[in-house]
């Protein structure tokens, strides 16, 4: 652990003890208290990140926007003196709102990190409510920011998208759909919270364009691979990184606008060390996690589950962006993120399943394998050189 890290390795620690013995005793400790445990590290990590001061590599660019935005320039801005395009427009009005009504950079960081948090806060507790601070925990040691930039912003906004997703998969396992007329079609939209998911995806692509990437997602789970065709086609998708790295350099080049011109800044950037996903370590353990995901498909009857196949689907498509892009595309390595959650259902849903087991012994393993994953993911971050640049030291508004 290196100088300055000891505040956030202490957070962890405590974080770690708080979500798992809840769940190691979830029968002597009710959900009520689950989510009240949850609701007080969102409200923890809200302050946490709010009253960070004039620390990180993006501070001051985004100081630099939030004093600069107003309402004549939300479609108008640059990243920077000289940057590479404009900034998302509703980014730039978030910033001008805030800065209009306070004129404090701090309330602006702490209503992002609110905003945050408590989205994970809530669709953790309506998405998987046996296990919320397992969930919460994964969540939280897979992410090496406490400020709210652009792309976590637009992450977080997404997490809505998996939301109304999830409400769309139950409203069709409910109903006979039969869309026949345009009247049906807008009550199918309307019910199936559809009109819901697009405004939530609008919203997130709107700060970050890099949420384009969960335009399709609500088709995800209409695929419904068998187990040796999944496995088949992962192995081929993680294969072929090479030459997708080459077909989405052409493609960026070809695509043109806005999207284009950052699609192929970013494929033309080199960023050390911002992913391993090419090792071959790496490969073989994304596989078995695939067939423990697999087996519990087969063992929880989700054969034709949309939504738990659609979560499958999900987690193919975030190995095969984190190999794509892994190394020297490091900084596309970042539309995985999108899809991080759906990665984290599958790892909770695999716990719960494998945790029915009759046998003490088996319950131990798993919680040891828990803990081993995410002290291992912990010292992932504590090696990576952006986790220093981006969060140490860690200093205050108020001076501390």
């Avoid at 630099?64 to 509703?90: A, K, P």
Wanted: charged fraction near 15%.
């Amino acid at each position: 652990m290196g100088k300055g890290a000891e505040i956030y390795f202490i957070i962890h620690a405590i974080l770690i003890i708080t979500c798992v013995v809840p769940e190691i005793f979830s029968s002597k400790i009710g959900p009520k208290a689950k989510i009240w445990v949850m609701f007080f590290w969102s409200l923890f990590f809200t302050i946490f990140a709010g009253i960070r001061w004039q620390n990180g590599t993006d501070w001051y660019q985004y100081l630099y926007h939030f004093q600069y935005s107003n309402f004549d320039n939300i479609f108008g801005q640059s990243r920077d003196v000289g940057g590479q395009g404009n900034l998302e427009w509703l980014f730039l009005l978030l910033n001008a709102i805030v800065n209009k009504l306070t004129g404090e950079f701090w309330v602006y960081n702490t209503l992002t990190a609110g905003f945050i948090q408590f989205t994970q806060f809530f669709v953790i507790k309506k998405l998987c409510p046996s296990r919320p601070l397992l969930f919460y925990c994964l969540l939280m040691v897979n992410d090496a920011s406490y400020f709210a930039v652009r792309s976590q912003l637009s992450t977080g906004v997404g997490l809505w998208c998996y939301y109304f997703y999830k409400q769309y998969c139950d409203y069709r396992c409910g109903h006979d759909v039969k869309l026949f007329s345009i009247r049906e079609l807008k009550k199918y939209i309307k019910q199936s919270s559809l009109a819901q998911y697009f405004v939530s995806w609008y919203a997130a692509y709107s700060i970050h364009h890099q949420s384009v990437v969960l335009l399709p997602m609500f088709l995800a789970g209409k695929v419904k691979l068998n187990a040796c065709v999944y496995i088949v086609l992962a192995v081929v998708l993680f294969g072929s990184a090479q030459f997708l790295q080459r077909y989405v350099i052409v493609f960026s080049s070809f695509l043109g606008g806005d999207v284009g011109e950052k699609a192929l800044h970013y494929t033309e950037f080199v960023t050390t060390g911002a992913g391993e996903g090419r090792g071959i370590a790496s490969m073989i353990g994304f596989l078995l996690f695939a067939v423990v995901f697999l087996i519990v498909r087969k063992r929880e009857g989700l054969a034709k589950d949309e939504w738990y196949n659609g979560m499958l689907n999900l987690y193919l498509v975030w190995c095969t962006i984190y190999i794509v892009f892994s190394g020297a595309m490091g900084d596309l390595v970042r539309l995985s993120y999108q899809f991080n959650f759906a990665r984290l259902f599958l790892m909770v849903a695999a716990f719960e399943c494998f945790y029915r087991s009759k046998y003490p012994i088996k319950k131990v393993l798993l919680w040891m394998v828990f803990l081993v994953y995410v002290i291992n993911r912990w010292r992932q971050l504590d090696s990576w050189y952006y986790f220093y640049l981006a969060n140490v030291p860690y200093k205050t508004i108020l001076g501390l």
